[in-house]
C-alpha cells in the first residue's frame, strides 16, 4: 500500500479537515494507495503579502520535512500557491506535486487558452508568479475574482446557493468573453463547487486538489521523482531549526 501525505496549509481541526478530504471522492483512485491529510503548524491568516508567503512556505516546509523518513511515498500540498514544494522538493527524494503548476499544465493538454476563477482578487499575485516561471501567460484568457474573502476553515459549506451560481457567471465570461476553453478552480478551497460547474459549462473544469493526487498516484506507479538536477540538496541542512523555529512560535497560533 502506497501512502501520500496531504498537507493543508493553515492549522485546523480535525472536523475542517474532513471537508479537505471530500477532495478524495471527486477522483477514482486504485486500492493500494491511501492519502493522509497533515496541517501545517503555523501559517498566515491568508495568502495576500509577500511576508504571508514566506511564512507559509516555512509552515507547509515543517510539515512535510520528516515525510519520507515517516514512510510516505509521496507528498502534495493542498495550495495553488504551490508553498513549499520546491522546498520539499529539495529536502525529500518522493514526489512532491502541488496542485498550481499542474493545473496549468493540465488545462494545456485538454484546451489551449484557459481561465482561472477565484474567490479573492488579493491571490492573483500567486497565479501571476505560476505562470511567470511557467512562461505560459500567453495561453492564459484571464484571471477572473469574486471579491469574497475565502473562508480557509470551512470552505464553501453553507454559501452554496449564494457562491455556486456566482461562479458559474464568473466562469461563463471567461469562456464567452475572454476566450477560454478550459477553467482552473483558483483554489482547493473551491473544490465544492467543481460537481456543480463541471455539470454546467461547455468546457472542462480543471479541480486541483483532486488533479494534484492522481498525479502523485501516476508519479509512483511510473516511478517517477522530481529531478535532483532541478532541485538540488543543501550542503548543509537544517531540520532542526525549521523545527524549532515551529516550536517556539506554536503558541502564538493559538
Known amino acids: 500500500m502506497k501512502k501520500v501525505l496531504v498537507i493543508v496549509p493553515f492549522p485546523m481541526t480535525e472536523e475542517n479537515r474532513d471537508q479537505r478530504r471530500e477532495q478524495l471522492k471527486a477522483v477514482t483512485l486504485g486500492p ?46 493542498d495550495t495553488m500557491s504551490d508553498s513549499g514544494v ?28 484557459f481561465s482561472i476563477i477565484a474567490m479573492w482578487p488579493h491571490w492573483r499575485h500567486f497565479y501571476d508568479k505560476t505562470l511567470s516561471e511557467l512562461g505560459l501567460g500567453h495561453a492564459c484568457a484571464s484571471i477572473r475574482a469574486l471579491d469574497v474573502q475565502p473562508d480557509n476553515q470551512g470552505l464553501l459549506a453553507g454559501k452554496e446557493e449564494e457562491m455556486f451560481p456566482a461562479l458559474e457567471t464568473l466562469a461563463r465570461a471567461c469562456i464567452e468573453e475572454d476566450g477560454a476553453n478550459v477553467i482552473l478552480l483558483g483554489s482547493t478551497t473551491m473544490h465544492q463547487a467543481h460537481g456543480y460547474l463541471a455539470e454546467r459549462l461547455p468546457v472542462p473544469v480543471i479541480n486541483p486538489g483532486p488533479l494534484s493526487y492522481k498525479l502523485a498516484e501516476a508519479a509512483l506507479g511510473l516511478r517517477l521523482t522530481h529531478s535532483r538536477a532541478a532541485y538540488p540538496t543543501s550542503p548543509a541542512p537544517k531540520p532542526e531549526l525549521v523545527h524549532a523555529m515551529l516550536d517556539a512560535g506554536g503558541a502564538l497560533e493559538h
Open 32 to 77: 493500494d494507495i491511501a492519502f493522509e491529510f497533515k496541517s501545517v503548524r503555523a501559517a498566515p491568516r491568508n495568502y495576500v503579502s509577500a511576508s504571508d508567503m514566506v511564512l507559509a512556505e516555512i509552515g507547509v516546509l515543517e510539515a512535510g520535512l520528516e515525510a519520507q523518513a515517516e514512510g510516505y511515498d509521496a507528498v502534495c500540498v
Open 86 to 113: 520546491a522546498a520539499l522538493r529539495s529536502e525529500l527524494s518522493i514526489p512532491v506535486i502541488g496542485p498550481g503548476r499542474a493545473s496549468v499544465l493540465t488545462a494545456l493538454m485538454f484546451g489551449t487558452r
